[in-house]
């Protein structure tokens, strides 16, 4: 528990509420990735995910578990001994771990899903808690549906699940059904009818469906919580989870009215939330709070003109709070490898590998060649596409077009399977089309396209373009990226990439899991 009694703990769900929303899958590099830039961004508790629901969510919190220094890694699981001992293992060697155990408690959940009674899932709660304290003494106990929950039956699990050792009660709106008032008062009458409710950090988990998860979510706050569990870009299952960015910023804008703190550096906001997008395919909505394009751009003139005498006439937060950065020129075909190891330590790639790094660049100079003027975001892209490609069996090797209006349409592709290099010529309805019809050549598969989608990493007509393919075989789904100023290379890139990462899933057994909370 913390010492100071505006403190509010900041909980992230991104890869385990916010993977749970369809077609946002992520691999075990992914979440590596998004788990180094929560941990920057100074989240207290990172939830890496669900071990029990597959061996790829089992690995992820093991692994997650390793590279996280500061922050608490969490794991999830129902009441039962499997998964709180499968949640355990996963999470052995985190230097601060936490047991995330939940189960229902409102009368439909009960009946219908559980088919328990009362009695029984009161029981769950105590042996779920006290089974998870045998391993850590940070226990988080939830009771799913809270918020349709009976309010005597919901103090009698409260009350008894932080007795049992809970030192976290999280109180969710799974379905996104409460209002502001509603679920302050829900808290406020936790906090007057619990006894040993000051043993435990109170929590909060808000989901979108009506569009009031961050307002749900600071209602409670106001009215004693002191964790709040949230996503990057508000990802999550349906509408979404609360948005972490609109949260911390709504703390930080109205700290005279709130008086929380986040302990969130939200300078790092932009970056976060980029990486969660490229990673899922999931674009941020221009006129997103806090993280979409238009969130800092003034259009009406006399908006213009009160911003440029005075940025507060029209602007309550700096875009540099969040961490826009106006474009900046950053190298051009001079620049050495060492600029450009540099540049990349200044955009949070740290760990980047020899080989890595020299493709990398090798890509960047090609870059240089055909664009005049190169920016952080052009480097981000070409970065992010470079990632893990190494270790892949299909490689990209070299794409000719013919397309136009007189057709046909036409790809000469080459890729590198298994170290072998094999070309294909096909024809399809349009240059795309023909481009996917070469990979199935090359390499035949029966992955269906889920998912097409073009866009513009800067201004201009030479800007690079990012391409996401997301591929579904036998209910697996993954998401495929590929930057690159030619938006047909970009795109046999990203299909490449997400079959590469099918191959990888097909590898891994996992076992189909419906699982919500
Ligand atoms: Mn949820």
Same mark, same amino acid.
């Given at each position: ?22 077609? =946002? ?41 390793? +590279? ?52 029984? !899932? ?6 779920? !808690?006290?089974?998870?304290? *045998? ?83 600071? /209602? %409670? ?10 996503? +990057? ?38 970056? =976060? ?20 394009? *238009? ?6 003139? +006399? ?10 006439? @029209? ?10 950065? #106006? ?23 740290? *760990?980047?590998?020899? *080989?890595?790094?020299?493709? /990398? ?18 480097? +981000? ?81 030479? =800007?690079? %373009? ?22 047909? !290379?970009?795109?046999?890139?990203? @299909?490449?990439?997400?079959?590469? #990462?099918?191959?990888? #899933? #097909? ?11």
């Amino acid at each position: 528990m913390t010492k100071d009694k505006n403190q509010v703990r900041i909980f992230d769900t991104t890869m385990r509420d916010g993977e749970q929303s369809p077609g =946002a899958s992520m691999n075990l590099e992914e979440k590596l990735r998004i788990a180094e830039v929560l941990e920057d961004l100074g989240v207290h508790i990172i939830e890496a995910g669900f071990p029990i629901a597959s061996n790829g969510d089992f690995e992820a919190v093991n692994e997650v578990s390793k +590279i996280v220094r500061e922050s608490i890694v969490c794991g999830l699981a129902r009441a039962g001994r499997k998964d709180v001992e499968r949640a355990a293992a996963a999470l052995e060697p985190a230097k601060q771990k936490r047991i995330h155990t939940f189960i229902a408690t409102s009368p439909l959940h009960m009946r219908v899903k559980l088919q328990m009674e009362p009695d029984e !899932v009161h029981s769950a709660v105590i042996d779920s !808690v006290s089974r998870a304290r *045998n391993y850590t003494d940070d226990v988080e106990w939830s009771s799913e549906d809270g918020t349709r929950s009976d309010h005597d039956f919901l103090c009698r699990c409260v009350e008894s699940a932080i007795k049992a050792g809970a030192t976290t009660v999280n109180i969710p709106d799974t379905v996104g059904y409460t209002m502001p008032d509603e679920y302050a008062a829900l808290i406020a009458m936790l906090f007057n009818r619990v006894p040993n409710i000051d043993k435990a950090v109170v929590s909060v988990h808000c989901h979108n469906d009506l569009g009031l998860a961050v307002a749900n979510s600071l /209602a %409670a706050l106001k009215a004693g919580a002191r964790q709040v569990e949230c996503t +990057i870009n508000g990802l999550g299952e349906r509408a979404g989870n609360a948005a972490m960015e609109e949260i911390v910023m709504a703390m930080r804008t109205r700290k005279d009215l709130l008086q929380l703190e986040s302990g969130i550096h939200t300078e790092k906001i932009m970056r =976060a939330s980029r990486l969660v997008s490229q990673i899922t395919g999931f674009v941020v909505q221009p006129n997103k709070a806090i993280v979409g394009a *238009n969130a800092f751009a003034h259009e009406a003139g +006399i908006h213009q003109d009160g911003v440029l005498k005075d940025a507060e006439t @029209y602007e309550i937060m700096t875009p540099e709070s969040v961490g826009l950065k #106006k474009s900046t020129l950053v190298m051009g075909k001079h620049s050495g490898r060492h600029a450009f190891r540099e540049k990349l330590r200044e955009l949070g790639y740290d *760990n980047f590998g020899d *080989n890595a790094l020299l493709e /990398a660049f090798t890509r960047f100079k090609e870059l240089a060649d055909h664009k005049k003027e190169i920016f952080d975001e052009d480097i +981000i892209a070409l970065v992010d596409d470079e990632i893990g490609r190494a270790s892949e069996r299909i490689g990209f090797v070299s794409l000719g077009i013919n397309c136009g209006s007189d057709g046909p349409q036409e790809a000469t592709l080459t890729l590198e399977v298994d170290g072998e290099k094999i070309s294909s010529t096909a024809r399809g309805n349009g240059p795309v089309d023909a481009t996917f019809n070469a990979i199935k050549e090359i390499f035949p598969h029966e992955a269906e396209l889920q998912l097409y989608q073009v866009h513009a990493v800067t201004e201009g007509t030479d =800007a690079q %373009a990012e391409v996401t393919v997301r591929l579904r075989e036998d209910g697996k789904l993954v998401n495929g990226q590929g930057a690159h100023i030619d938006t047909l !290379v970009a795109s046999a890139r990203a @299909y490449v990439h997400a079959l590469n #990462k099918l191959l990888v #899933k #097909k590898r891994q057994k996992s076992s189909p899991a419906a699982l919500t909370a």
